[in-house]
């Protein structure tokens, strides 16, 4: 496990990386504040204890019957849902240390509820590259799964092991573990989602763009949230630009723009968008859109700490900018966005985008697709958002 933060110290580190541009500053100081509620009560007991998650469910404006015990699930459910506000918007420490405090608060008898509150810290630890820490968090998952029969934590152990297997380039363990989830019984929905999603990315790494789509679009239609449906719609998107098919992959970006997408999918999704419309596009209509996902890319990395917070996705959308710009016959642009992409690769340890600096991607020849797969590219025209590039592309 990783040892959790006060919440103040936290909530510093996470700012530190963070200039706080586009948020809300009250929505932070809330955050801060049931943090620290959460904090106190954790070190609370009995009458006391339940004072103060009282206070914290009335401020989130959940209100408990009068004289009705506070119970464990509603107060995960409400924690759980701010700790994802947090981590969406990158304060993964205040996330992490806000759900340690939780766990002091939920009986141990609460199982199915202690594995949620796990698995989600297991996922905001992989996401800070402590990948050891995420390891234990999903062991420890698995075996209240296995010991207590509750396939929902089994199926989100297995979904979480098998995104550490695809990070570490083990391909068939990946595979193996998120086709379990998906034919696990019990199994939750976001559990099910991710693991389409991912076994998209097998998919499509292996050019099998067919399967790719197939396991992409499940994706979008088990979505649950605006969040997941973005990111499955840029995924898609993603893997249609993959397999040559620029003009469907740049419908597909503009569907998941138009949903706000949050900075870990913005930046991915305006990188693609970017590297989609200067293949897609005659050149002066290409430019103008490719200068405008530029300016946005950039606020957003200068906002995030120059790839101090979100290093990989910053630094993967300004390489992706750089050779959209290029495309465009914007040099000058290009060297400089390049320049800093280089910047936060090498300072990371990202081989691969140094070595995709020094040799640009390029949009291949459409693949041929299966009248399955161009069925779902007509499902994805239809989406809210391809309209604004429908005309151009």
């Not at 998919?203 to 992409?216: G, L």
Request: include cysteine; charged fraction near 20%; aromatic fraction near 4%.
């Amino acid at each position: 496990m990783l040892a959790p933060l006060s919440s103040l110290e936290a909530f510093r580190r996470d700012a530190v990386t963070l200039d706080g541009a586009g948020m809300d500053d009250a929505t932070v100081a809330t955050w801060l504040e049931s943090a620290t509620r959460l904090e106190r009560a954790a070190m609370a007991r009995g009458v006391e204890r339940d004072r103060l998650l009282v206070g914290l469910l009335a401020q989130h404006r959940v209100v408990p019957f009068p004289a009705t015990p506070v119970s464990a699930e509603t107060v995960a459910s409400t924690v759980g849902m701010v700790a994802k506000e947090m981590e969406d918007q990158a304060y993964l420490r205040l996330a992490h240390s806000t759900l340690a405090s939780l766990l002091i608060v939920v009986p141990d008898e609460a199982v199915l509820v202690r594995g949620r509150v796990l698995a989600q810290q297991g996922r905001i630890v992989r996401r800070l590259g402590e990948i050891e820490a995420a390891k234990r968090y999903y062991a420890a998952v698995s075996q209240l799964g296995e010991e207590h029969n509750l396939p929902e934590l089994v199926g989100r152990a297995w979904a979480g092991f098998g995104v550490l297997a695809q990070t570490r380039g083990d391909y068939p363990e990946a595979r193996r573990l998120f086709t379990s989830v998906v034919d696990l019984p019990g199994a939750a929905d976001d559990s099910v989602a991710v693991a389409h999603q991912q076994l998209m990315v097998a998919a499509a790494t292996a050019k099998d763009y067919d399967t790719a789509t197939a396991h992409a679009w499940k994706a979008f239609q088990g979505a649950s949230t605006t969040n997941q449906e973005t990111e499955a719609l840029f995924n898609l998107a993603q893997l249609l630009l993959d397999a040559g098919h620029a003009r469907a992959a740049l419908r597909g970006f503009a569907a998941a723009l138009v949903r706000k997408p949050i900075p870990r999918f913005a930046l991915p999704t305006l990188g693609g968008a970017a590297c989609a419309a200067a293949a897609a596009l005659p050149t002066p209509a290409a430019r103008a859109l490719v200068r405008n996902f530029a300016e946005r890319v950039d606020g957003l990395v200068t906002n995030l700490g120059d790839g101090a917070s979100l290093p990989y996705p910053s630094a993967s959308a300004l390489v992706e900018i750089s050779e959209a710009l290029s495309c465009v016959n914007e040099e000058e642009a290009s060297r400089r966005i390049a320049a800093r992409a280089e910047t936060i690769a090498r300072a990371h340890g990202f081989h691969q985008l140094v070595h995709r600096l020094e040799n640009p991607t390029i949009v291949p020849a459409p693949a041929e697709l299966a009248p399955e797969t161009t069925a779902i590219i007509s499902a994805v025209d239809e989406l809210e958002g391809t309209e604004l590039v429908g005309a151009s592309a």
